[in-house]
Structures are given as C-alpha cells and as structure tokens.
C-alpha cells in the first residue's frame, strides 16, 4: 500500500461526488449558496477566499464575494451578517479571519445563523459537537472533517485505536479529538505543558500533528506504522512545511501526509461538503 495519504486526489474524489447531489439539488430547484466574507486586504486570506470561490464555481455552487474595507464598524458588518442570514439563496456564510482588531471576532461568529455557519464555529455548533450530538443539524469545522475523511478513505480503521493529538486549539486540536472520539478512538491530547511528549507520540496508532512549528514531530517520535497526519503550514527558506519532519517521518509511518497536497486541499473540500449539506437542510 501507497504510504502518501493524497490529500489533492480524495479532495478532488469529494468534489465530483458533491456535483453530481449538487445536479440533483438544481432540478430540484435551486444550487446551494455560498457567501464569503472578507474584511480587508490580508494578502493569505485573500489567497485562501480565491481558492474557496475556485472550488465552489467548479462544482457548482453559487458563490458571493463580499469584500469590504478593514475600517467597517462592527454594527456594519453584522447588519451585513444579518442580511446574509436572511437570503434565501444563501445556505453557507464564511467570514474569513482573522478580522481587524477593532472587530470582536465572537460576536460575529455568534451572529451567523447556525444552520448556515459552515465553518463550524458558532458556539450551538461546537456545543453540539462537544456533547456528541448527532441527532441535531450539527456542522464540524472543515480542517477536523477533512482529517476524518483522510483517514477513512484510505481506509484506516478508527475504532479502537490510539489517538495522540499534538496541539489543543479550538480551531483543530480540540474538536479532531470530539470527532476521533466519537469514532470509539482512545484520545490523548498534547501542548506545552505535556511531559514526555515522544512517549506519547510513540504509543501512538493515528497521530495528528498541529502545533504550527516546522519539523516539530520527527521521526523518532513515530510508532512504527501509524497514521500521520500533518496539519501545520509553515515557511521556511522559501518552502512550505508541515509540522511534521517527513522523510523520517515516512520511514516508519504505515500513512503519511504530505505538505502541501496533504490537509490543505480536504479543508475547502468541507466547506463545499458543508454548504451542500445546509442547502439539504434549508430546502427549495
């Protein structure tokens, strides 16, 4: 078995399977809509809101730009918000962040409807997460989807396993490990303060690494044939790199991903899987 976990090849997988529910969705009545919120000029964001337009015109949603200067007024952007909550051609709205630091990033998070928060932020959803509930409109942030279904799909069995997740942050380390345990894995969580870190990592069946330091996990600090999954995206002389050392890291991995081409590419293929998934919801 291939040990390159091909983020780029099942993304693509995922947008194909999305057109033809998206196909069915439009003789129903209506493509689902997806609107996008960008508030200043941040030269990553606006990489990242290009390559989600990209996408979502590719496969057939219904995409809206909204680009507005770094100097609005909270009230502005959530009367903005609000607006979007009430369109009924749109199923999905992203603010990009990170906002101006004049602009309270919860509260306008919190202002997003939460049947159409498909960035998986809103605090109803991360309840419902958190609390295992699976009966509930429930939308996962995308990056921990993303992970989910790399694993899956290169058909990694999660039950039962150890999952050692290296960083807690609420954006990836904390709800990949709701979402593994929710998949009967056995979970540790590392950070900062964690003590013996490589024995950890070491005792390890599926390892998911998202710390933001270049090459912090190396090789030595892989179990033989475990899953690795690199979530970080650092520069360094000119060269992206994942959090994870690959070439050792590949040696004794069973699964690895790469950087780039690894979690990048799963991401805004959640959001897409998200926004089809909100128009099921919200109907013709």
């Known amino acids: 078995m291939d ?4 983020g780029k090849k099942i993304a693509k997988n995922i947008r194909e399977e999305l057109k033809s529910q998206i196909n069915d969705q439009k003789e129903e009545g209506r493509v689902p809509g997806l609107a996008v919120v960008l508030v200043g000029d941040n030269p990553a964001s606006e990489t990242y809101v290009g390559m989600k337009e990209k996408a979502a015109v590719e496969i057939g949603i219904h995409s809206e730009l909204h680009d507005v200067d770094s100097d ?6 959530l009367n903005l918000v ?10 999905g709205i992203l603010v990009q962040l990170p906002l101006p630091d004049h602009i309270d990033e919860l509260s306008v998070i919190e202002a997003i409807d939460p049947g159409k928060d ?42 039962g396993k150890n999952a050692v997740i ?5 954006i990836v380390g904390k709800p990949v490990a709701h979402l593994l345990l929710e998949r009967n894995a056995t979970i540790t ?50 060269k992206l ?11 004794r991995a069973g699964a690895i991903t790469p950087v780039p081409g690894g979690v990048g590419p799963m991401t805004i293929a959640m959001l897409m899987k998200n926004t089809v998934k909100a128009r099921e ?4």
Do not use: W
């Open 3 to 6: 040990k390159v976990i091909d």
């Open 72 to 77: 609005i007024s909270q009230e502005e952007l």
């Open 82 to 91: 609000d607006q979007l909550n009430n369109d009924n051609k749109i199923d």
């Open 118 to 159: 498909v960035d998986g932020f809103h605090p109803i959803n991360t309840g419902r997460l958190f609390s295992g509930q699976k009966d509930l409109l429930r939308f996962d942030p995308c990056t921990p989807l993303g992970i989910i279904e790399l694993i899956e799909r290169k058909g990694i069995d999660i039950e």
């Open 166 to 170: 290296v960083g807690r942050s609420n």
């Open 189 to 238: 969580v590392c950070h900062s303060r964690t003590k013996d870190l490589k024995g950890k990592t070491l005792d390890a069946d599926i390892l998911v690494a998202a710390v933001g330091r270049p090459n912090f996990i190396t090789g030595e600090m892989v179990k033989e044939g475990a899953c690795v999954i690199d979530v970080g995206i650092n520069r360094v002389d000119g």
């Open 241 to 251: 790199v994942g959090d994870v050392e690959y070439d050792t890291a590949y040696e």
């Open 281 to 284: 919801y919200h109907g013709v």
